[in-house]
């Protein structure tokens, strides 16, 4: 599990791509909210949040929509790299609509949900901020700092909501479609047996990723904010002749 941000998200002042990032953190922000408070009054960190048809459904809706962000990546809305986002979607579909659909007594499922929710959160609204290139710094550091907690974290229960669900997953059978060699297309058992193999390398790729796009980020932003006039004179004149 994932981010892909460049050192700004290239996103102009398109009003369907804010639009679609402001939505995206609220909606997010919305089931961060949710989970919490099904917690709270269950009195348990670890509860099958799944099982509450509003998580579940606002779940399901908002992970749908991020397919977004691959097709704004792949027509360069964004500097976003398209595989990684690619990645990190097939990754979220595989677990929201594979493994807590047919297992929603997954019990630690608080845990995933509120590191995916609050992780999202915080990008989308980053994303937000950032249009024209105006994200507040401290939006910036914040957004590149809570995914060395937030990843691990989530990207922990996504393997384990994978063991935990793996023998009612082994047990489905593919549907029968012609020609027969198209079932294979139709097998979750494959599906599944692809994203474990895939999860651990990838997540170690993109988390690195992010800790190199952290230290361009957060070291540009900061020689940003504390240049001096005479700095920021000759930087103005450099862009120019570029």
């Given amino acids: 599990n994932a981010e892909?941000?460049?050192i700004y998200p290239n996103m102009g002042s398109g009003f369907i791509l804010a639009s679609y990032n402001l939505l995206s953190a609220l909606a997010w922000a919305f089931v961060c909210i949710r989970?919490?408070?099904?917690?709270?009054?269950n009195k348990s960190l670890c509860f099958p949040v799944f099982l509450d048809n509003i998580v579940a459904t606002s779940l399901c809706a908002v992970q749908a929509a991020q397919i977004m962000d691959v097709i704004f990546a792949l027509f360069k809305a964004t500097k976003t790299n398209?595989?990684?986002?690619?990645?990190?979607?097939?990754s979220r579909y595989f677990i929201a609509f594979g493994s807590l659909k047919l297992n929603p007594?997954?019990?630690?499922?608080?845990?995933?949900?509120?590191?995916?929710s609050l992780a999202d959160f915080?990008?989308?609204?980053?994303?937000?901020?950032?249009?024209n290139n105006k994200a507040p710094h401290f939006v910036l550091w914040f957004c590149y700092s809570a995914f060395i907690i937030l990843y691990p974290i989530g990207f922990s229960q996504e393997l384990y909501s994978l063991w935990e669900g793996r023998e009612i997953i082994m047990n489905i059978q593919p549907f029968i479609v012609k020609p027969p060699f198209l079932s294979i297309l139709t097998d979750i058992r494959l599906l599944y047996g692809l994203t474990v193999l895939l999860?651990?390398?990838?997540?170690?790729?993109?988390?690195?990723?992010?800790f190199s796009q952290r230290k361009?980020?957060?070291?540009?932003?900061?020689?940003r904010a504390h240049e001096t006039r005479e700095e920021l004179v000759c930087r103005l004149l450099l862009e120019k002749k570029k």
């Fill in 216 to 223: 361009k980020a957060v070291s540009y932003t900061h020689l």
């Fill in 4 to 6: 892909y941000m460049g």
């Fill in 35 to 41: 989970t919490i408070y099904i917690c709270v009054i």
């Fill in 105 to 116: 007594n997954f019990s630690t499922a608080s845990w995933l949900i509120f590191a995916w």
């Fill in 82 to 90: 398209w595989k990684f986002s690619l990645m990190q979607v097939y």
């Fill in 199 to 210: 999860s651990i390398p990838s997540f170690g790729m993109l988390y690195t990723y992010m």
């Fill in 122 to 131: 915080i990008r989308y609204f980053y994303y937000f901020c950032g249009t």
